[in-house]
């Protein structure tokens, strides 16, 4: 016990020392500070790292608070953009306002929900938005817990589930696009906001079923088995649809595509390293979303972008309701520069 | 001025102690005043985060309790027969050059221990046990009894070494062989050694956090089924403190009941231990 309370102290000075030592400003350096989604984070570190080649004075660096946990640093004015994976909620666009913080928001690049299976599993081919409501609905904790409750025919065999933690929007989204209410959810599931976690639980687990982003789903191929999802709606694609860049695009992987936003601060888009790097952003995330995993905005929707930014449009092109299920980005884009 | 500087140093550890103590008390005050010890004790399900809430502390210890079992269950055989060939069977040579080699399991850092669990064990079991989970209790806890393994044997050993040599000759001159002597004479005198060994590696194995946060799930599940995903106490809370919790909110404030169940646990086991320990220096065998 008292050498563990040595150790403690130890570490205390060692890292106060490690610190004070490290927060020596040096030159004249620019800062663009950025937090927020660990979904996102790929893409602006993706820019922030071409960024750098170009103007080495400016540092950028990038945060992964969760799109909540961005918000709450952004409304306080602690960072210059926050990176989201759903559209800001009416409980942060209150908080902004409240500090008086303007945004810009400006979408990125699309997502698709995957919803994954073991390739071990032989009876799950599709599944339906009803299915997965009833299977993770509240009123499911500790009720639904065998695939045949899900859906007849499915083996009498438990089933294990996979989700992103409370805290990131990709659950937020998945919620809200599911069940309905963005937040609601049974609780018994493995939750975890690392998705490299989630990967490893159902690749390992035959009677597992998990959700995450198509990224990690495109990373992990030869591991899992993507369920696709039959919305039972025609006019978006007869029957099941699987996710993949294509079905994300043309709309059809309903409703499970997303966007993905980051939100500029307005003051200091007039700090010129982070217009900079907002224009570097929009001019590069189609060509860098899709190296990291993500599928490009169509070009017209990057233009609108743009446009966004010059005549400095601000609130948010969702009325600050949060996650809102089958968006046409371009669409909305162009409603709002009319 | 040196005598006060070290007084000071001292205190440190005690003061530490007495915050620590106090924040826990003072945070799951506040836990208690919006869920009932009916809530917290009567339940089964564990899910504070979510929308349809239970607060069911069984569903944690139960896991706690899974994995700390399934790894004094590796542990203890496995330890004991270690100490019992190192005292009286190893010859010296041999016995300078292993009794430092199980020392160093103890130095690994246990998040090496974890990914063992994760991406060695897990995989190796699931070749024998069907329907074994990606993330499980056993492997888990199979993993934790390697960890706590030179906590056995190391504190068995001392407490088997220490059992005098005229007991053993006496055993010898009844006629006793020595496996007799062994187990009917030396464990039995080394006893309270071996339980306080024990007693320190269970509450080792129940605040162990990093195995169980990367190997064993984060589900929490009141079953006592060791191929199931779980969650202990402690992976719930490096759960919870890994995201955004506002402080002040009931999400918050779980962390410290969670917290305050465990320290109970583990001061239990330690005050135990202590006394046993107690007892064996006092020469009550």
Not at chain 2, 46 to 55: A, C, G, K, V
Not at chain 2, 150 to 160: F, H, K, N
Request: proline share 5%.
């Amino acid at each position: 016990m008292k050498m563990k309370w040595k150790n403690v102290f130890g570490g205390i000075i060692l890292t106060v020392l490690i610190v004070s030592g490290c927060s020596k400003k040096g030159g004249d350096f620019k800062y663009v500070k950025i937090d927020g989604s660990s979904t996102v984070f790929p893409i602006s570190e993706a820019v922030a790292e071409e960024f750098r080649k170009k103007d080495a004075n400016i540092r950028v660096t990038v945060g992964i608070a969760g799109t909540g946990g961005g918000f709450k640093k952004f409304c306080a004015g602690e960072t210059d953009i926050s990176d989201a994976s759903r559209p800001i909620k009416p409980s942060e666009v209150e908080l902004c306002q409240k500090n008086n913080i303007g945004y810009i928001e400006l979408p990125v690049a699309y997502d698709g929900l995957t919803i994954v299976i073991n390739p071990k599993n032989t009876w799950a081919k599709h599944i339906t938005v009803q299915e997965l409501k009833k299977l993770w609905q509240p009123a499911a904790q500790d009720k639904i817990k065998t695939w045949n409750q899900v859906r007849a025919g499915w083996p009498n065999r438990p089933i294990h589930l996979y989700g992103p933690g409370v805290d990131s929007g990709t659950y937020d989204y998945f919620t809200e696009a599911i069940v309905g209410k963005e937040h609601a959810s049974r609780g018994d599931f493995t939750a975890s906001e690392d998705d490299n976690v989630l990967v490893q639980g159902v690749s390992t687990d035959e009677e597992a079923l998990g959700f995450f982003g198509l990224a990690y789903y495109e990373e992990n191929k030869n591991k899992l088995k993507p369920l696709p999802v039959d919305d039972e709606n025609n006019a978006n694609g007869r029957g099941p649809v699987a996710a993949s860049m294509e079905t994300v695009m043309d709309g059809t992987y309903q409703p499970l595509s997303r966007p993905i936003f980051i939100y500029v601060n307005q003051k200091a888009l007039n700090r010129p390293e982070v217009s900079q790097y907002v224009q570097y952003y929009l001019e590069n995330a189609a060509v860098l979303s899709r190296e990291v995993g993500y599928i490009p905005l169509s070009k017209k929707a990057y233009a609108l972008a743009q446009k966004r930014v010059e005549k400095r449009i601000t609130g948010s092109l969702f009325e600050g309701h949060g996650s809102q299920v089958g968006v046409q980005i371009d669409v909305v884009l162009e409603k709002s520069l009319q | 001025m040196i005598k006060a500087l070290l007084f000071f140093c001292g205190m440190v550890s005690v003061l530490t102690t007495l915050g620590i103590v106090g924040i826990l008390v003072f945070e799951t005050w506040g836990f208690f005043q919006h869920v009932s010890f009916k809530q917290f004790f009567g339940d089964t399900q564990w899910t504070p985060l979510f929308t349809n809430q239970h607060f069911g502390i069984w569903a944690l210890v139960s896991g706690t309790v899974l994995t700390s079992a399934v790894a004094i269950g590796t542990a203890l055989p496995l330890g004991l027969l270690a100490a019992i060939y190192l005292s009286e069977f190893a010859t010296k040579n041999f016995r300078l050059f292993v009794k430092p080699a199980l020392e160093v399991l103890a130095g690994i850092p246990t998040v090496i221990y974890g990914y063992f669990a994760l991406t060695f064990m897990t995989p190796f079991l699931q070749n024998f046990i069907p329907g074994l989970s990606g993330f499980n209790a056993l492997g888990a806890g199979i993993v934790m009894g390697m960890m706590i393994l030179p906590i056995i044997a190391s504190l068995s050993e001392d407490a088997i070494y220490a059992v005098p040599p005229s007991l053993k000759e006496g055993a010898y001159a009844l006629g006793a062989n020595k496996l007799a002597t062994i187990f009917k004479v030396v464990l039995p005198s080394s006893f309270s050694g071996i339980a306080a060994a024990t007693i320190l590696a269970i509450s080792r194995a129940i605040g162990e956090t990093m195995i169980v946060v990367i190997a064993a799930g984060q589900q929490p599940n009141f079953s006592f089924d060791p191929r199931e995903a779980i969650q202990t106490m402690t992976a719930y809370i490096v759960q919870v403190s890994l995201g955004d919790t506002p402080t002040g909110t009931l999400a918050y404030q779980t962390i410290f009941a969670v917290g305050m169940t465990l320290f109970l646990f583990t001061l239990l086991l330690n005050l135990f231990a202590h006394h046993l320990r107690r007892r064996i220096l006092k020469g009550h065998l």
